[in-house]
């Protein structure tokens, strides 16, 4: 080449390389970014973190005995979003299982989605499993996300590569990031002035027993009460609805009809009473400590909860329960722990709890306390051990209403691990309980231990935790599936028991700091509270009641939402279909209808559809949101809805 023509190709070249540079499109030279150089901490796993070249156990990635240089070890579930714009033109990558796990519950599902569109799924894949290839054209695609799913196994050895895993990238660099912002949307319509009575329509009792109850009505102030055929031992203050008393001496069922009146209309609501053995007959409302407070708790606190469930509204719907979680007694080294006569001593944080019970009390609401049958409680306090008729006697004495009885340090005391041992201790708290006389609720806490849904009705357990603590699990999901599975057991007065609603500002169980605002997104806060709804479980909030914002409340307090849980019947919904991204549950009502929640466990909104022939119904039905209160139509075999990503459509449907 002569001198001069390279001198003008090269000005011509760096021209060009400047016009096109101008123009924005220099990058057209290709270039490749391994997703391994991505912010791998946005990639979510199910166990373990993410690692980058390295199989999730920090090993040589391996699929199918093919090894990689470069790539992602991952774990599933996982999902990892990553942000395009438009810069990206291809991915491709292989996925399988990693050669560290030969367990052959090893089974895992890759997804692709692009723009919320499906662009790869690898079907169900396997330990030693060949690597499948993937190859993507992402031309104008703004967002994609990875997704790796246990294939309905559950998670055990679910070691997932992403091996090779590149971008060919002719603009701006793909970014790892969070999944999209939500912002929050209020469903729950606002009450109307006229007044409207909720809570449940049955009521357990035992004979003779001292008796509280507050009309829980929203509706302007003032408003007054009434009660047709109210047991002669009972008493309703007309203008607060606080009904105190006895229950009558008499067992059988007491048709009361409760009713309110205010400037801008009236209502009614039937009450029945049931003077026998078991109490509960709906799942129990309220709020509890631990998740706000935990060793902190003191008597104000517990104050401020009732004044806040009175002020903020919710005890307009129905929760009534104030409950002190551990860290009321007294610690190791605050001796005595019991008087002389071994009444058990609250520490100094609960001055006077005759004061505080009657506090609760005066608002309409109820008290609960919580020990263990162990001679400490998990946090360190001091437990119930030996002690069990008089601390049970006294918390009646004290005026408890409910009690939380906490395995913790019982398992250093139980000679094996047989049936008999895990349900010693329970019986013999529910047989001291049955014949204290106070009405309170038995909640029995023991993490689901030998399977205590097939035998928490026998010890009189009005309640039983089906898991380990929500707050240390990953999440309300894998909870709440856990828990689905026993809905045979839950029935009036006995209730699976999925753990606290833990929305709000709220506490990490790890650290057992000050509250943070809940990091579920809106959409999942309503897909765990219609799931707890659907479940018949107890809803006991756990979060700040001095910081409830109206969407918090708006989550809490939907009385059609509420109305499902109490349902007389008692039944636990159950789930009909189940896929990788989304679950129907269903659950029958008195009247006859069907509460049906379609929750999608997806990372992109779906379309689903319910057939009449999963729900066991036919004909024309009429479906209604219940987070709206809205009728959405009738429809004759089936019913199709767009559900948001990780998010709820809960509905009633009704001949
Ligand atoms: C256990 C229970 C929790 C809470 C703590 C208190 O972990 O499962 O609900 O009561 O103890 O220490």
Not at 219 to 230: D, I
Not at 326 to 348: F, G, H, M, V
Not at 444 to 449: P, R, S
């Amino acid at each position: 080449m002569k001198r001069g023509l390279f001198k003008s190709s090269m000005i011509y070249g760096i021209t060009l390389l400047m016009v096109c540079f101008q123009g924005r499109i220099v990058a057209k030279t290709n270039s490749s970014v391994w997703l391994s150089s991505l912010d791998l901490s946005k990639m979510t796993t199910g166990w373990g973190k993410a690692q980058a070249d390295k199989s999730i156990t920090q090993q040589k990635l391996s699929i199918g005995g093919v090894t990689y240089e470069k790539g992602v070890g991952s774990h599933a579930p996982s999902v990892m979003h990553i942000k395009l714009n438009k810069g990206t033109t291809r991915f491709t990558s292989f996925v399988g299982v990693d050669d560290d796990t030969e367990h052959p519950n090893a089974s895992v599902v890759f997804k692709i989605y692009a723009d919320n569109k499906a662009v790869f799924n690898s079907g169900v894949m396997k330990a030693s499993d060949a690597p499948k290839k993937v190859d993507i054209d992402l031309k104008g695609a703004k967002r994609l996300i990875l997704i790796v799913n246990a294939a309905g196994d559950g998670i055990s050895y679910d070691h997932a590569d992403w091996a090779m895993a590149k971008f060919e990238v002719s603009g701006t660099k793909p970014v790892a990031v969070g999944p999209p912002a939500e912002k929050e949307y209020i469903l729950t319509p606002k009450p109307k002035p006229a007044p409207k009575i909720n809570g449940p329509k049955v009521f357990g009792t035992r004979p003779g027993n001292p008796f509280i109850y507050r009309i829980p009505a929203t509706g302007k102030r003032p408003m007054t009460f009434s009660a047709e055929n109210l047991p002669p031992s009972m008493s309703l203050d007309v203008n607060s609805g606080i009904i105190t008393g006895h229950s009558p001496a008499k067992r059988g069922d007491y048709k009361i009809t409760l009713n309110a009146k205010n400037a801008s209309g009236t209502d009614s609501r039937p009450f029945k009473l049931v003077v026998g053995d078991t109490l509960a007959l709906t799942p129990p409302m309220g709020w509890n400590s631990w998740y706000i407070h935990y060793h902190r708790v003191t008597d104000a606190d517990m104050r401020a909860a009732a004044d806040a469930m009175i002020d903020s509204g919710m005890a307009d719907y129905g929760y009534m329960y104030v409950n002190i979680d551990d860290c009321w007694s007294k610690k190791k080294n605050d001796t005595p722990y019991r008087d002389e006569c071994e009444a058990i001593l609250p520490n100094a944080k609960f001055p006077d709890m005759y004061a505080l019970t009657d506090y609760i009390h005066s608002k309409g609401l109820r008290a609960g306390i919580y020990t263990s049958p162990g001679p400490w409680n998990c946090a360190g306090y001091v437990g119930s051990f030996q002690h069990e008729q008089i601390d049970a006697q006294l918390f009646a004495e004290w005026g408890f209403d409910f009690l939380k009885y906490d395995w913790c340090s019982y398992g250093g005391h139980a000679v094996d691990r047989s049936r008999y041992e895990y349900v010693k201790p329970y019986a013999l708290m529910g047989e001291i309980l049955r014949n204290v006389s106070r009405d309170m609720v038995y909640n029995l806490c023991q993490y689901g231990m030998d399977s205590v849904w097939q035998w928490g009705a026998d010890v009189d357990g009005n309640c039983w935790r089906t898991t380990g603590d929500l707050g240390l699990m990953s999440s309300y999901l894998e909870v709440g599936l856990s828990n689905a599975r026993h809905y045979e057991y839950a029935k009036p007065g006995r209730w699976n028991d999925p753990d606290y609603i833990l929305i709000g500002w709220v506490g990490n169980a790890h650290a057992q700091g000050e509250g943070v605002k809940t990091k579920l997104t809106p959409s999942q806060q309503y897909q765990y509270m219609s799931m707890w709804s659907l479940m018949a479980a107890p809803l006991i909030f756990s979060g700040d009641m001095t910081k409830l914002d109206d969407f918090t409340l708006n989550v809490l307090c939907n009385h059609e939402v509420i109305d499902i849980n109490q349902d007389p019947l008692g039944k636990q919904g159950r789930i009909v279909e189940q896929t990788d991204e989304y679950f129907i549950m269903t659950k029958d009502l008195e009247d006859g209808s069907k509460a049906v929640g379609i929750f999608n466990t997806s990372e992109v909104e779906l379309s689903i559809n319910v057939a009449w022939k999963t729900l066991d119904i036919q004909g024309t039905q009429t479906v209604r949101d219940v987070w709206r209160q809205k009728d959405i139509g009738t429809f004759s075999k089936e019913y199709q809805t767009n559900v948001p990503r990780r998010g709820v459509s809960f509905v009633r449907i009704s001949q």
